[in-house]
């Protein structure tokens, strides 16, 4: 995306946003709360239209291509979102959870052939979790649901994979499976580009080649995991003095102040 800004009742969401994503590429996104994480990810879905900006996503240029067929190539990975819709759809097992990846719905509309049906139970052996697949969606605890939506956004084989703070609510165990599960996603042969929104320094593993620090609507710093994520940048992200270990490629965060 080239210089996009986002205003809303005469303020800016967000303001000269410069991102470019290759292929091979895995990012996170990292901001404080209200940043405007989620209005970038709008933005990116089609779901917001940028007061002034281009974006294109996979090769697509928007407002010269059909974004809702440009979608079933996005899986978009948010709980909250998802907790919205199912809160209504009380029996819906976690099976036709993951089945509804496929046509990008919610529920299930469409003929489900016995290969979706096996490509889903597949998924369920992947994520380790056999056990949720004829258990409601709305029942399970919050590690189990963020399993069973990644594999809902693996159903359609997405090219980009945005995961929305995959982690909130998990345990210790339940968030080191579920990066364990997101490494094994995109380093699979036909695996996705990963977009990885997140508060939390911690769960940046190795998988990540780039980072993102958005702050008050604006890019602080964009590039390479290295070179961003510092613990000068940092501290200026979260407004407290920050100093990073690294331990087997992964960034932990211990505050100094
Ligand atoms: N449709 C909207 N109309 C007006 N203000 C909005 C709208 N959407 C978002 N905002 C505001 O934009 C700011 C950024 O919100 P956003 O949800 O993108 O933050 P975030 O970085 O995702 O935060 P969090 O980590 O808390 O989820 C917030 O102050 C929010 O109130």
Redesign the pocket.
């Known amino acids: 995306m080239q210089t996009v800004s986002w205003r809303?009742?005469d303020?800016w969401?967000?303001q000269n946003i410069d991102w470019t994503v290759r292929r091979g590429e895995h990012w996170a996104l990292i901001?404080?709360?209200?940043?405007?994480?989620?209005?970038?990810?709008?933005i990116i879905n089609g779901y917001?239209w940028p007061t002034s900006g281009n974006v294109s996503v996979l090769g697509k240029k928007f407002g010269h291509c059909d974004v809702r067929e440009l979608r079933k190539s996005i899986g978009w990975v948010s709980s909250a979102l998802f907790d919205q819709y199912y809160r209504f759809r009380q029996n819906e097992p976690a099976l036709n959870v993951v089945l509804s990846g496929k046509y990008a719905s919610i529920g299930i509309y469409e003929h489900v052939s016995d290969k979706d049906r096996e490509e889903a139970y597949a998924l369920f052996e992947f994520f380790r979790c056999e056990e949720l697949a004829h258990q409601p969606f709305h029942v399970l605890s919050q590690g189990e649901k963020q399993r069973v939506l990644l594999a809902r956004a693996w159903m359609a084989k997405p090219e980009l994979l945005i995961l929305?703070?995959p982690c909130t609510g998990l345990d210790l165990l339940a968030r080191e499976r579920l990066l364990h599960a997101v490494q094994q996603l995109a380093e699979a042969p036909d695996g996705p580009t990963v977009l990885y929104?997140t508060?939390h320094v911690e769960e940046i593993i190795p998988l990540f080649t780039h980072a993102f620090l958005?702050q008050d609507?604006q890019v602080l710093a964009s590039g390479k995991i290295e070179s961003v994520l510092t613990d000068h940048l940092l501290s200026k992200l979260f407004g407290v003095t920050i100093h990073l270990t690294w331990q087997r490629g992964r960034p932990w965060v211990k505050l100094t102040d």
């Open positions: 809303r009742d303020r969401i967000l901001g404080s709360n209200g940043a405007g994480k989620t209005a970038l990810l709008n917001a929305d703070e929104v508060h958005l609507g």
